[in-house]
């Protein structure tokens, strides 16, 4: 570019009170971390976590003074910018600052993130290892594993049989709900009177009224159901209120025109309910349904309150036992390694969604 294209050019940005800003956060975090991390390994007493507490503390220190690099080049470069503003070295300055800007923004993230990381695990060190002792006994662990597993699988299935349900109920009454019409009046506040009170209780309500207010009727066939089909039945009472509702967005996201020709061709509600809406609604709606059903999993470990043998009552009595409540950590991390995966799938299809709805 010749002079006075240069001069058209908007100068470099500011970067140097951004940069200064890096440093002096990472060696404020460095230096939290050496004293805060120093004073926890001086108080604890056991031997395997002060060794955690040495290696964590090092460890810490050695991001900390990485971080402190990158600042450090940040500084250097927001001063290189400057130099190069002075000469009227604009293109060169700005890239310059751009590069000072992006490294200060890097840095306050790995700080906040090293120092979030770095006190969490402190905390666990904290007070000579007592949350440690608490949670996390390994020992406890690994002996209630086997049993907490195999309790575990009761969960699976108590949610695999509720979610078809579910699916069946609330596909069930969300076209009940929209059934046009005076004749479709009665199912329509029928509908809308089921799918307003079942979304108002909670569900450990409603599963003590099943599990426990079933049983005492005296209903022949009912006196003999077992409490895994009690929670079956009251987590299918509840959650199918929510689908229902998650399924009559996606019926009414369809545009009215497609209503509209179905019906000019001589179908009837059902056939344009069943062979034009619904298929495309429910390819709408199956991020909102897996959502709801990875909510329903979680919400099986509630079944313990009419005593059915799940994962969580079978850690508690481990926990009862030891006076300890490393088994219910077991519970918790089982949840976590079914539930993540499903909650990232539910993730990838809302966005392949999206970039289909971009792409037209």
Known sequence: MSGPDLQKLSPAPPSFGLAVAALTTAAAG???????????????????????????????????????????????????????????????????????????????????ALMIGFFLVQMILFNDGKIQKTFLRWDLMTASAADVAKAFLVNIKLALIAQVLVMVAGLFLAVAR??????????????????????????????????????????????????????????TLTYSAYVAEIYRSGIDSIHPSQWSASRSLGFSFTQTVRWFILPQAIRIVIPPLLGAFIALQKDTSLVN??????????????????????????????????????TRFVDWMLERGLEKRKRG
């Not at 450090?72 to 130099?83: F, G, H, T």
């Not at 059934?179 to 199912?187: F, H, S």
């Not at 009177?193 to 009224?209: E, K, Q, S, T």
């Not at 994962?311 to 009862?320: I, L, M, W």
Request: net charge positive; proline share 4%; hydrophobic share 60%.
């Open 30 to 112: 460095l230096l939290g971390i050496g004293v805060f991390g120093s004073a926890v390994r001086a108080g604890v007493s056991d031997p395997g976590l002060h060794g955690l507490a040495t290696v964590t503390l090092y460890a810490a220190i050695a991001a900390g003074a990485v971080t402190l690099w990158l600042a450090a080049r940040a500084l250097v470069m927001a001063l290189q910018s400057r130099i190069e503003t002075s000469r009227s070295d604009v293109l060169a300055a700005r890239a310059s600052a751009a590069r000072a800007r992006s490294n200060g923004l890097i840095v306050f993230g790995l700080t906040l």
């Open 178 to 235: 929209l059934t046009p019409g005076k004749a479709g009046a009665p199912v329509r506040m029928l509908a809308i009177a089921y799918i307003d009170l079942f979304r108002a209780l909670p569900a450990i309500i409603v599963l003590y009224l099943i599990g426990f207010g079933l049983p005492l009727t005296g209903l022949p066939l009912i006196s003999k159901v077992s409490s895994q089909w009690f929670a079956i039945i009251a987590l």
């Open 305 to 342: 309150v009419i005593g059915t043998m799940d994962a969580f009552n079978q850690a508690k009595f481990y926990a009862s036992a030891n006076f300890n409540l490393s088994s219910v950590l077991v519970v918790a991390i089982l949840f976590v390694i079914i539930t993540i995966p499903q």
